[in-house]
């Protein structure tokens, strides 16, 4: 019989009636036929654990996300237009490459720690992408626009580094070049420019491809998707 079909028209039964459901999934069901967990296949205790280890990994990977998105987002409003107020022209660029620098290790740290959680999560719901419908190629989006942002983050500040070693040459902001400035610097501020909107735009793709995950865990979503 189709599960989706069981899930609607028979109670919960042997846990060889459920070879399709992961725990998630069993316990998601639960709540749509409101069939106590503890006396399912999957007990109360077991339940507990599941939900506390996904507390702490999509706890991690939410804040780290948001320090992704909102790091970049004050670096590109906040510092940058900050900077660009200096009086002394060599002093925009040093000034904003300075503030940079030191937010970067909190952001690859952010990032480790996204990536770290992003594989918790998997794990845990390793049966939901094996069974329901769109969550795997979602989780493999998902993926591969989390690294693309990496990669734009890291090189943003390749090119950063750049503009401040030519920061001698004066600048009108941190990603405008002044008159008279070499070519290198020009271009590499040219970059910068589109790379300081270019990152919280990745951070905010992978928040929102984050929310949509969650949606897909709500129970009615589930159960449609049950493959």
Excluded: C
């Amino acid at each position: 019989m189709n599960v989706n079909r069981k899930l609607t028209t028979t109670a919960f039964q042997d846990p060889a009636d459920w070879p399709h459901l992961s725990k998630h999934a069993y316990y998601r069901a639960t709540l749509i036929r409101g069939h106590p967990a503890s006396e399912g296949p999957f007990r109360i205790n077991d339940r507990k654990h599941i939900m506390a280890g996904n507390l702490v990994a999509r706890s991690i990977h939410d804040l780290t996300a948001a320090a992704w998105f909102g790091g970049s987002l004050m670096g590109a409003i906040g510092l940058n237009g900050a900077a660009a107020e200096a009086k002394d022209p060599t002093e925009r660029t040093r000034l904003s490459s300075k503030g940079w620098g030191k937010w970067a290790p909190v952001q690859t740290a952010a990032f480790a720690g996204h990536l770290a959680a992003d594989l918790a999560i998997a794990w845990e719901n390793k049966g939901r992408i094996a069974k329901q419908d769109s969550v795997a190629s979602n989780t493999i989006y998902k993926t591969v626009v989390t690294l693309a942002g990496a990669a734009v983050t890291l090189y943003a500040g390749v090119v950063g580094k750049k503009v401040d070693e030519l920061s001698e040459e004066g600048a009108e902001g941190a990603t405008e070049p002044r008159a008279g400035a070499s070519d290198e610097l020009k271009s590499a501020q040219t970059q910068l420019k589109a790379l300081q909107w270019a990152i919280p735009a990745f951070a905010a793709w992978v928040i929102i491809l984050g929310a949509k995950h969650g949606e897909m865990q709500r129970p009615k979503n589930i159960l449609k998707g049950l493959r």
